[in-house]
């Protein structure tokens, strides 16, 4: 089969070079145009030393350069408020789009804006994007031309809660989501609170009282359960380059049988991996892979903790968005993508 050439805008950030990656070694899909901003007119090797074969001797064009034709998917992986404007374009040239960054992902423009303080250009296109959460949007994300790629914390947060939602056994009232993760979910332009000093041998929380994901997490639990939440939600940077770990820390009625309901939702997934009761996830498990590990612990008659991991870029970013492109092609939804990690 004769491979169908992406684009890829914002190709020299954290996300955009393990899109590249994903990208070289699907069956499927080949690359067909890299593009970036400071870094345009460079060569991807110099940008992006990691990357070898004919991708890296590709020029990196500017954002708004125009599309070869024969592109008919582009993945937007450009800061927010930047991306909207790229999305708007490339669905005018009639390509589908995936977009990783966070101008599609909410349905209420009051919501987007108390959320990133800025307006919305196109709100016209909240309405058709879906949320490609890909274990619970499959359907309409195979029959869109615009999927908004959640964000890595609200899909390790929403992978494990939306299944006890929908079961009706949390207590919604209080929801603590309490998430760690590594310096690459902040990308990888400059900034001195992640300068190496800054970061190393220390852990901080931020983003309080109300992070931007906390608004996702509370507009899509609802999407995809019924249920009106409102989770208190504390992010916090660790000394690692990738990798996150989420634990929420949950009260509701039969603990006990949570696990059961986990295992069910997830048993024919095979990027959701529900581990034995009692057993908890490692970030080291899961980087490197488009998987999203869960484990369970019960702490008392109506309380529980429940933990998750998956790497930020891959599960939580590139892998995901490739993940939802394939079913936007009707495919086989896990092609280009690995279950099993780096080790160690
Ligand atoms: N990092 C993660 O773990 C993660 C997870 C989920 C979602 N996301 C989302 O994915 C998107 C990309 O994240 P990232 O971590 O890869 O960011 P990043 O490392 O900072 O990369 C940003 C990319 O966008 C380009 N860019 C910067 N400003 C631009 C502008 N004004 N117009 C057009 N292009 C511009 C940069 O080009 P130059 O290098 O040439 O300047 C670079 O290629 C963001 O929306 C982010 O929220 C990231």
């Not at 805008?9 to 699907?26: D, P, Q, S, V, W």
């Not at 060569?43 to 030393?49: I, K, Q, Y």
């Not at 992640?194 to 507009?219: F, I, Q, S, T």
């Not at 495919?331 to 099993?340: C, F, I, R």
Request: charged share 20%; proline share 6%; glycine share 8%.
């Amino acid at each position: 089969m004769m491979t169908i050439p992406v684009a890829i805008l914002g190709a020299t950030g954290y996300a955009g070079g393990e899109l590249i990656r994903l990208i070289e070694n699907h069956p499927y899909f080949s690359i067909g145009h890299l593009a970036a901003h400071s870094q345009a007119g460079k060569r991807v090797s110099d940008v992006l030393p990691g990357i070898s074969g004919l991708t890296a001797g590709m020029i990196l064009a500017t954002s708004d350069a125009p599309l070869p034709d024969d592109v008919q998917l582009v993945f937007t992986a450009l800061p927010h408020g930047a991306a909207a404007q790229s999305v708007k374009t490339v669905l005018d040239n009639d390509k589908k789009v995936v977009d990783l960054s966070a101008d599609f992902r909410h349905k209420n423009l009051e919501t987007y804006k108390s959320a990133y303080t800025i307006d919305h250009p196109y709100p016209e296109l909240l309405t058709e994007a879906v949320f490609g959460l890909t274990e619970f949007s499959r359907a309409d994300v195979s029959k869109t031309r615009l999927v908004a790629n959640p964000g890595c914390y609200p899909t390790s947060t929403l992978l494990p809660l939306v299944p006890l939602l929908k079961a009706g056994v949390l207590n919604t009232d209080r929801i603590i989501v309490d998430s760690k993760s590594g310096t690459s979910g902040a990308g990888r332009s400059a900034k001195t609170d992640l300068l190496y000093c800054e970061v190393n041998e220390g852990v901080h929380a931020y983003g309080l009282p109300k992070h931007r994901h906390a608004w996702e997490m509370d507009e899509w639990a609802k999407g995809f359960s019924g249920q009106e939440i409102s989770v208190q939600f504390v992010p916090h940077i660790l000394p690692m380059t990738r990798g996150m770990l989420t634990t929420l820390h949950l009260s509701g009625q039969n603990p006990e049988g949570w696990h059961a309901i986990l295992v069910e939702t997830f048993k024919d997934e095979l990027f959701v991996k529900i581990l034995p009761e009692g057993m908890l996830p490692s970030t080291k498990a899961v980087n490197g892979s488009n998987r999203c590990d869960i484990g369970l612990v019960v702490t008392g008659t109506d309380t529980c903790v429940v933990v998750s991991c998956l790497d930020n870029l891959i599960k939580g970013a590139a892998g995901q968005a490739v993940q939802n492109a394939n079913l936007m092609f009707r495919w086989e939804e896990s092609l280009g993508l690995s279950a099993t990690a780096l080790w160690p």
